[in-house]
């Protein structure tokens, strides 16, 4: 598609290396800052996907902007600044090599492991007698270890992460209160836009200084799940699928057309159609999460429309 960003070669002021996600591209710069661009790249099942969708990327960063904002009395995070609608600046940090993964429900993943016989998530213990999308007695935590370049995130338990020592105990009891204290201000939010945060997964560092903080994204639809809450207790009892605001629609997309991200299979062609639809769902993610009109940017050359207002905002500094 014409006037997506789905690569960056950018050369900031001040810049020492740059580090490719999945997603976002992260830029750093001297004086401990990072400029993170969030790309329109698309990835399920950890594959890339090869066309970008318009606006994704600005959707993202400007959730994860809002959610930060709203969150920030109970948890400190990394931002600093957005200065163009798919940047964020902010402190470098270390990054934990785990992502806390929460579970309201048994949805997605938790779900496919449930229906394979499994009781047990990352060490944690699944009830018996749950339906896909029942609501768990409380919250789990089920962590994930950070993919290198190219790997899928791995299912860990809370004992192997400090067994392995990927984070001291100390350091991991207060991701475990800032992961449920995240949760539970992300369902409020939810629940006031008429939307059930299912799941989510959230992504800690820490500062030169030694501050446990948030980084990344946070209650976005790349790494969030949500139901509407209306027609949710009905659906259930009619064992119906849930409306859900996610990328697991194209998730699913991709299953029917036999494509896990398993060796061998390969990614379904999609259409400019499917492509614009798609982009239209996140969209309409973006206007249910926060509960404001999504005023679409220009993409005429995002490149140089990020250079320049990037560029302004590092010489205000």
């Known amino acids: 598609m014409k006037n997506t960003i789905t690569s960056t070669n950018f050369n900031f002021p001040g810049q020492k290396d740059v580090y490719r996600g999945k997603v976002r591209e992260v830029y750093s710069l001297e004086n401990d800052l990072l400029v993170m661009v969030a790309t329109d790249r698309l990835s399920a099942f950890d594959v890339i996907m090869p066309k970008g969708i318009p606006y994704k990327g600005q959707i993202l960063n400007q959730i994860a902007t809002k959610m930060m904002k709203d ?5 400190p995070n990394w931002l600093i600044a957005t200065p163009d609608p798919n940047v964020a600046v902010g402190k470098k940090c ?6 806390m993964v929460i579970r309201g429900y048994l ?44 790997d899928h995130d791995e299912d860990i338990s809370r004992e192997d992460i400090l067994k ?30 008429g ?29 969030s799940r ?37 060796e061998g299979q390969q ?29 679409k940017s220009d993409l005429s050359d995002i490149e140089e429309r990020i250079t320049e207002n990037v560029g302004k905002y590092l010489k205000s500094l």
């Not at 969150?71 to 948890?75: C, G, R, S």
């Not at 139901?227 to 629609?249: H, M, N, P, T």
Request: proline content about 5%; glycine content about 8%; some cysteine.
């Open 226 to 262: 949500y139901f509407y809450a209306e027609g949710y207790e009905e659906r259930q009892q009619k064992g119906e699928a849930q409306k859900q605001l996610s990328k697991e629609f194209v998730r699913q997309w991709l299953i029917s057309n036999g494509f896990q991200g398993l």
């Open 107 to 150: 949805s997605g993943h938790a779900a496919r492991e449930y229906k394979a016989g499994k009781r047990q998530l990352c060490g944690v213990p699944m009830p018996e007698g749950m339906k896909e999308n029942d609501k768990f007695p409380q919250p789990i935590i089920t962590p994930a270890t950070k993919a290198e370049k190219g």
């Open 71 to 75: 969150t920030e009395d109970l948890v």
């Open 267 to 295: 990614i379904p062609e999609m259409s400019d159609d499917y492509v614009n639809s798609v982009s239209e769902r996140y969209i309409e993610l973006y206007e249910k999460i926060t509960g404001e009109p999504f005023v």
């Open 94 to 99: 270390t990054p934990f090599k785990v992502e």
């Open 164 to 193: 392995r020592g990927i984070v001291s105990e100390a350091d991991y009891q207060v991701l475990e209160n800032y992961t449920r204290a995240l949760f539970q201000r992300g369902t409020e939010i939810a629940a006031k836009r």
């Open 195 to 223: 939307l059930i945060l299912v799941d989510t997964k959230y992504e800690f560092g820490k500062t030169a200084e030694g501050e446990i903080v948030l980084i990344d994204e946070i209650h976005t639809p790349d790494s």
